[in-house]
């Protein structure tokens, strides 16, 4: 019996030992495999660092992901945009080959003559004139020397800015170079503009030209520099604006002061006019034209109109039509353009 209990305990111990050499080890494996964790977080099997690290990524992935997508957003924008204003841009510009307000000033476009518009003595002097895009022909000028009005014994028909020789002068409004002259005794080297809107601005006294005869012009192009040309006393420009050849107070029009348009739409009448000394002053309102009511009829023409479509459309012949508006029968007529009726 008791050899047996010695047997016990002496298998006892050394199942003890081997218990306690066994823990030490696993104890040495853990530690090991602990510090192995530090350099390599994957081999770790009790912590899912996989997991930490994908989190992580994916908040840093979709701040940069938000940013990508509200640049990406910005640039369809922007190009969209860029892209409108252009469509914008090109409607408003001219054809190389189109007179601006040509119906309007009944298809006269001559190069040697500021009013050459007699002929339309009949033509109303009402019209609404859409100012927008107005760009102010003299930014370096800051002071007016000289207003529209009698001045000694002459009229002046325009108003004189103050600028040096060189300086950059500008398209007042979209349009074409309808003239492109010298006067020696009045405007010296001078420039006529028609515009879109119905109205023709001429600069005077300019010591270079930039532009040349049918040049196609937007607001705010360079068209001469500042001189001393013609009937002048020193370096200033010569600005007028017209309406059918007749000169208006631009007064009326822009203010000086702040290098703007009153308002972006004005209305010409007789009244624009009417200064005391000008020699396009009246008090009698003439006969109407397409923009007003009245005698005077015009067709908008459309895709697949031809003269004589349109010459039984009111009662009248091509023969008629071609005489009202200075053209032959085989003249081609174009969708959007008008043609007098009557």
């Known amino acids: 019996m008791k050899n047996q209990t ?40 009790f912590i899912n660092y996989d997991q ?14 938000r940013a990508s997508e509200n640049l990406l957003a910005d640039g369809i924008k922007i190009k969209r945009d860029l892209t409108i204003l252009k469509e914008i841009q090109e409607q408003r510009m001219l054809a190389e080959d189109e007179i601006p307000s040509d119906d309007l000033y009944g298809g006269i476009w001559v190069s040697n003559k500021v009013n050459a518009y007699d002929i339309l003595k ?29 001045r000694g014994r002459r009229f002046h028909y325009g108003i004189d800015l103050k ?16 003239m492109k002259q010298y006067e020696r005794k009045g405007y010296g080297n001078y420039v006529v503009l028609r515009h879109i809107n119905g109205l023709e601005t001429i600069y005077g006294h ?15 192009d360079p068209i001469g520099l500042g001189g001393n040309t013609g009937r002048s006393t020193g370096s200033h420009l ?26 972006d739409l004005y209305v010409v009448t007789p009244e624009s006019f009417n200064t005391r000394g000008s020699r396009f002053a009246t008090k009698t309102y003439l006969a109407s034209n397409k923009y007003t009511s009245g005698s005077v009829q015009y067709h908008r023409i459309k895709s697949g109109d031809s003269l004589s479509t349109i010459a039984r459309k009111y009662g009248t012949s091509i023969t008629r039509l071609c005489q009202l508006n200075n053209i032959t029968k085989t003249t081609t007529i174009r969708a959007g353009k008008s043609l007098r009726i009557s």
């Open 122 to 150: 009949n033509s109303s002097d009402t019209m609404e004139i859409d100012l927008t895009g107005f760009f102010y022909p003299a930014p370096d000028a800051t002071k007016v020397t000289s207003n529209f009005g009698i």
């Open 163 to 178: 600028v040096l020789t060189g300086d950059t002068i500008y398209a007042a409004f979209d349009g074409k170079v309808r």
């Open 6 to 45: 010695k047997t016990v305990l002496a298998i006892t111990t050394r199942h003890i030992k081997v218990l306690s050499l066994a823990t030490l080890m696993l104890f040495s494996s853990t530690s090991t495999i602990l510090a192995q964790d530090v350099e390599n977080s994957e081999d770790n099997p």
């Open 238 to 263: 010569h600005f007028e604006i017209r309406y059918l050849g007749k000169a208006m107070d631009p007064k009326n029009v822009v203010d000086f002061d702040n290098m703007v348009c009153h308002k």
């Open 206 to 220: 300019l010591s270079k030209w930039l532009v040349d005869v049918d040049d196609v012009v937007r607001a705010g």
């Open 52 to 65: 930490r690290v994908e989190v992580e990524y994916k908040q840093r992935h979709s701040k940069v992901s």
